[in-house]
């Protein structure tokens, strides 16, 4: 399977300068690696920057020439087109700015704009309409981690993919994104076992939901940075990860990415 290395910006940086310098720098160290005789593309992630909505075009024009592909952070759940909604951009906005997929769900939106499980459906819902892809993040609380009910929450976020209208079509286009609530931007994160055996159950309940998200990537988010990619990278239950702190550095984006690209091909023998 294909892995991936996605960053998400976030509410960085803060300039459209420091978006040049970082799209351009991750531009030419990526280059300078595909460009290299043994390079394997079949081994190296897809890699994926998702930055602030008012930097999508900007962004997405650096990248053009690359198969480095641009995503969006959110997209509004009022509507998949145009309307009176002051504030909101539309999952076609995003895509016709150059954004081929979208976060829905990261905890960060779900706390601090208290987006409801309608909100998420919608969302995904107006995403696959338009063609953009969608990364689904789900997450345990510290609360629930320390109660050992991190399977039964994560089930319970996943199970909204039930109420999304024609899934079998959608399939190719969605990738989960197991974040722990706890892990985020705290320099903590479990351990590889935790991981896997999280991803396992992950795994099984969506092929439960619709047998074709048995192919759905899962990707580990949370405090993953150029130190700690390894040990994900070498998991054959971890397809790649979501990165936000370290993807604000191009080195260490593009040191993930070694990460899973040298964990594949050991894992491919
Ligand atoms: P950090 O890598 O900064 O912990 O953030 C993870 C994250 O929220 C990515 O979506």
């Given at each position: 399977m294909q892995s991936w290395v996605i960053g998400n910006w976030k509410k960085n940086p803060a300039t459209l300068t420091e978006v040049n310098e970082l799209t351009s720098a991750i531009k030419s160290k990526f280059l300078q690696k595909q460009s290299s005789?043994?390079?394997?593309s079949t081994c190296y992630p897809q890699l994926m920057v998702a930055p602030s909505t008012i930097h999508l075009v900007m962004a997405s024009q650096s990248l053009e020439?690359?198969?480095?592909l641009v995503g969006c952070q959110d997209i509004s759940a009022k509507s998949a087109t145009i309307g009176a909604y002051t504030g909101d951009s539309s999952a076609q906005q995003m895509l016709n700015a150059g954004g081929s997929w979208t976060l829905v769900g990261h905890s960060e939106r779900r706390s601090y704009h208290r987006e409801t499980e309608d909100t998420l459906i919608t969302k995904m819902r107006f995403a696959f309409e338009q063609g953009l892809g969608v990364v689904f993040c789900i997450g345990e609380t510290i609360e629930a981690y320390d109660l050992g009910k991190t399977i039964p929450v994560l089930e319970e976020q996943l199970q909204i993919l039930k109420s999304l209208p024609n899934l079998n079509e959608f399939f190719a286009k969605i990738i989960i994104a197991y974040e722990p609530v706890w892990s985020i931007g705290t320099g903590k994160v479990p351990s590889i076992e935790e991981v896997e055996k999280v991803h396992q159950a992950i795994k099984q309940y969506v092929t439960g939901i619709n047998a074709s998200l048995a192919d759905a990537p899962i990707l580990y988010g949370g405090s993953v940075n150029a130190d700690n990619a390894d040990q994900f990278a070498a998991s054959k239950w971890v397809d790649g990860a979501l990165v936000g702190?370290?993807?604000?550095d191009a080195d260490k984006f593009l040191s993930i990415a070694d990460s899973f690209y040298q964990g594949k091909q050991q894992l491919n023998g």
């Open positions: 005789q043994d390079f394997d020439d690359t198969n480095i702190g370290a993807s604000l």
